[in-house]
């Protein structure tokens, strides 16, 4: 402890706010004085310990409630991700990294598992899956996605709301080599799990990663002739 913290008293301006000292009364003798041990304990330490301290804490929390929640999302996910032909081992440590991504973009960890937090959090990894899947297509696959969706203003949403944008950060990083015509369309991105995740936060915020999530179950995918078919594209195309 320093001496600053062991012998100047702060009571000049509260930085916890009142519904949390009044949560705080509230509680049990012994939680109120192992909250009161751990912080002082915190206090000790240098910044940088702090920061991996909350980190770890945030981690630990984080496994605890992917453990909990598990058998509630596992179908709900795996039968949608299976839908896009998307294999994914959705354990423990899945679940939790999941959860870290949506708290790192809410700033937020539930009290309780609520009904409607874990289907949100079902539509946030279903959505970052098939972004995932869009930023690792072609844009000849990407433009038979979009051409396969039933609806004509589900087309125009999927291209100018999530392929185009993934197409601008694409080009605008150079992550993807032309090919010998000087387009862009024959070739695929190559990125590392690090570098895709980048990617995606800076192109898009939390709404746009529900909403397609949430758009999974209406959209159209056929493997065979998104990945399959010949190599034919218009040029005249106003979408390229």
Do not use: W
């Amino acid at each position: 402890m320093t001496p600053i913290f062991g012998s100047q008293r702060f009571d000049k301006g509260r930085i916890i706010p009142d519904s949390f000292l009044e949560e705080f009364r509230k509680k049990d003798p012994s939680t109120r004085r192992y909250l009161l041990n751990s912080m002082t304990l915190f206090a000790c330490i240098s910044p940088e310990q702090q920061h991996q301290a909350l980190n770890d804490l945030i981690q630990s929390e984080l496994i605890s409630l992917a453990e909990k929640s598990k058998h509630y999302m596992y179908d709900r996910v795996i039968s949608l991700l299976q839908k896009f032909n998307i294999e994914k081992e959705l354990d423990d440590k899945a679940i939790a990294e999941y959860y870290y991504r949506y708290y790192l973009l809410t700033g937020l960890i539930p009290e309780n598992l609520t009904a409607d937090y874990l289907n949100e959090l079902i539509g946030f990894i279903i959505g970052l899956e098939i972004i995932k899947l869009l930023f690792s297509m072609r844009f000849v696959e990407q433009q038979r996605f979009f051409e396969i969706q039933g609806r004509y203003a589900m087309q125009v949403l999927l291209f100018y709301r999530y392929i185009k944008p993934i197409r601008s950060k694409i080009m605008q990083d150079k992550i993807l080599e032309k090919d010998v015509a000087g387009t862009y369309y024959y070739t695929k991105a190559r990125l590392s799990e690090d570098k895709l995740f980048d990617s995606i936060f800076e192109v898009f915020k939390l709404d746009k990663i529900l909403g397609i999530g949430n758009l999974a179950k209406d959209l159209n995918f056929d493997k065979d002739y998104i990945y399959n078919s010949p190599d034919v594209p218009d040029r005249d195309s106003s979408f390229f």
